[in-house]
């Protein structure tokens, strides 16, 4: 059977179908991992922010003396700066919201959400590529040749329905790439296949052409899978399709900025109950070397716009946020220190943003046992000896402890050796289910 490692459908230029296929295509599927069922209705929800954020700003160390030390120019004042106009918003006392984040405080104060500082693994490399690689793909130093940890998540267990993921854009990221089919959507009131139900068909035939490839009786299991696959995703794609003719009126008001756009078509996509369990949505700019700015400026813009889309996208759910959780990743931390041109360079360990129902039951059990927690994890300090090479915030948490726990807790798939391999999990107990 000769199929190309992956096939890419572009109906128009508002969706696109992404199946990779060739991993399946062996001698034998005995080898083949049994898929579990993952829990009804959960949804897991990812912003990458490109780029590589800067989390000491974004959630402030202002108990720490260093840290003003380091910034000078750019840090974030103390809540208690009474000469300051724009300073941290207080959250246990040690810890604080950049003041641009104020639309996300009531979250955190409803136990809905959380901070985990100090994040990342040992053997960062600084480099965009390599490490947006490396989150995407979950796999360390291997990266070329991986699938997406999200898309590993998906052929290694079994949803309940065709549109198991979408990323909201005009290009499926890396963390989708993989066997199982993955939607690409930039807009579903931009969502029409030209030529009706023509149009429809010719997809149709795409597909069987690409998929349902006579095969020899004794690879009769790939056939039928392939089959399968083709099968669902034009189910997909017929579903995405019924979605465009319904007006969706949200219960927020968003922003008006793209990423607050994207996560009202998240948004609609949950609450229309088509089986979503994941969600991606890329926000860049994040690259901030010069006149990065502290409580004003571009890294500030690019906080508020985060804060304020979050806030609309928790407000338009309701309660259906007790089902979903939203976590950002990036590339990596930025430098301790700020450099000569007021900005931040690549560093090392960052904070991640989780919020949802699950999150707020693992704040609840956190709480109940006199550990009440709005930043979660071993903070490790700025002094030059706590610094990894002197100057980067040193990783307490390995990133992939906080995706595995996202996986098997909340979405519930317990193939978490399969979606994430060669790492030993510690739990972190961001989630709760």
């Known amino acids: ?63 720490e003396e260093e840290y003003y030390k380091l910034r000078p120019g750019i840090a974030i004042a103390r809540p208690t700066d009474t000469k300051a106009e724009q300073k941290a918003i207080d959250l246990d006392g040690f810890f604080g919201l950049h003041p641009r984040l104020s ?96 149009g429809s068909e010719r997809i149709a035939a795409a597909l069987e052409r690409a998929y349902c490839v006579p095969a020899p ?21 017929k579903q995405l399709q019924a979605l465009t003719k319904e007006k969706y009126v949200p219960a927020a008001e968003y922003p008006k900025n793209d990423l607050a756009g994207k996560l009202m078509q998240v948004a609609r996509l949950v609450k229309s109950n088509v089986g979503l369990e994941v969600a991606q949505v890329d926000f860049g700019g994040w690259d901030t070397h010069n006149n990065q700015g502290g409580a004003t400026g571009a890294h500030a813009n690019l906080i508020g716009q985060l804060g304020d889309a979050l806030a609309a996208f928790a407000k338009d759910l309701g309660e259906k946020m007790d089902d979903v959780v939203v976590v950002t990743l990036t590339d990596f931390g930025r430098t301790c220190a700020e450099n000569g041109t007021v900005g931040t360079d690549h560093g090392w360990a960052n904070a991640m943003l989780l919020m949802g129902g699950p999150v707020q039951k693992a704040n609840l059990a956190a709480a109940s046992e006199g550990k009440a927690r709005k930043v979660a994890g071993r903070w490790p300090g700025l002094l030059p000896d706590q610094l990894h090479q002197k100057r980067d915030l040193l990783h307490t948490t390995d990133f992939r402890d ?15 050796t399969k979606v994430l391999p060669s790492h030993q999990f510690k739990a972190v107990n961001l989630v709760r289910a």
Do not use: C
């Open 402 to 416: 906080v995706l595995g726990e996202l996986v098997t807790t909340h979405l519930g798939n317990p193939n978490i």
């Open 103 to 198: 639309g996300i405080k009531p979250l955190f104060d409803s136990q809905l959400a959380v901070a985990a500082h100090a994040v990342g693994y040992d053997r960062n490399t600084r480099s965009h590529f390599e490490e947006q690689d490396t989150w995407e793909t979950g796999m360390i130093g291997n990266t070329v040749a991986s699938d997406g940890w999200l898309n590993r998540h998906l052929t290694t267990s079994e949803g309940h329905g065709p549109i198991r993921a979408v990323a909201i854009g005009d290009n499926l990221p890396r963390i989708l790439h993989g066997r199982a089919p993955a939607f690409a959507v930039r807009g579903l009131d931009d969502l029409v296949i030209p030529g009706g139900k023509a």
């Open 1 to 63: 059977m000769q199929l190309s490692r992956r096939f890419f459908l572009q109906s128009t230029g508002a969706l696109g179908v992404y199946l990779g296929v060739s991993p399946l295509l062996q001698s034998s599927f005995a080898g083949l991992i049994q898929p579990v069922t993952v829990t009804k209705s959960k949804t897991l929800v990812v912003i990458f922010l490109r780029g590589g954020a800067d989390g000491l700003n974004i959630v402030v160390p202002y108990g």
């Open 217 to 237: 009786s004794a690879k009769a299991d790939a056939s039928d899978l392939l089959n399968a696959t083709a099968k669902t995703t034009l189910e997909g794609v």
